[in-house]
């Protein structure tokens, strides 16, 4: 899974465009036709617009189910809280989702948040509050990140306090939640087709972005991707 640090540049970012262009194609003769039409189709349907928090998730199942709803919806970007438990979304619940979707490992909920207002999200917490709103009603007009909390006890008490907005997603039945990973979904599934359908909401990635990310997704789909990207890069 393509491991994104903070604030650092990866090395595609560090190249000039017609570096990268002459760097995608390089690597994309290296991947099947199949394969390179599907990046080209893909990459101008992925959003960092909306973005997902995840909040101490230790249940494989769960993070890996989250990865996937994340790539189906062709959100880019999620952000990992790990204070008292290791993200780990192995297994055949991702189904490959991990190669695609890109994941930021933070110390604390607070540098989080931190981080995340200094690229203009607004943090919007997913549990009851009492100023919460459903997810349905929520303004996206501004770049959004979705928190979401461990399986048992929800979100902190610090995750909550520090969020700029609260939304719920609609129950009409006796349980009184759902499941993380379907609460998941289901929000993603809301704001992502919300976001698609607004005339006003630059929510696709920039061209250069977009060629960024297909090298990425190059670097994931060759045999010994990071060493033959390095070789190329060399070569420019």
Known sequence: MPERIPNQQTKFESLG?????????EAASLISPERRALFDRLAPLRTRHIAVV????????????VLRSCDCFGV?????????????PAGD??????????YYRHSSISDTYKYLHSKGYRIVATLPH???QMIT???ISQPTALVFGTELTGLTQEAIDGA???VKVPMYGFTESFNISVCAALSLFCLTERMRSAANIPWQLTPEDQLDLKLHWATQTIRDGEQVINHLISNL
């Open 93 to 102: 619940v991702a189904v490959g989702s991990s190669k695609w979707v890109d």
């Open 137 to 139: 009603d929520l303004n």
């Open 17 to 25: 465009k017609e570096q990268k262009e002459a760097l995608y194609e």
């Open 76 to 88: 880019q970007d999620v952000h990992v809280v790990e204070k008292n438990n290791t993200f780990n």
């Open 164 to 166: 700029d907005a609260y």
């Open 54 to 65: 995840l909040e101490d998730i230790y249940q494989s199942h769960n993070a890996a189910a």
């Open 130 to 132: 009492e100023n919460d």
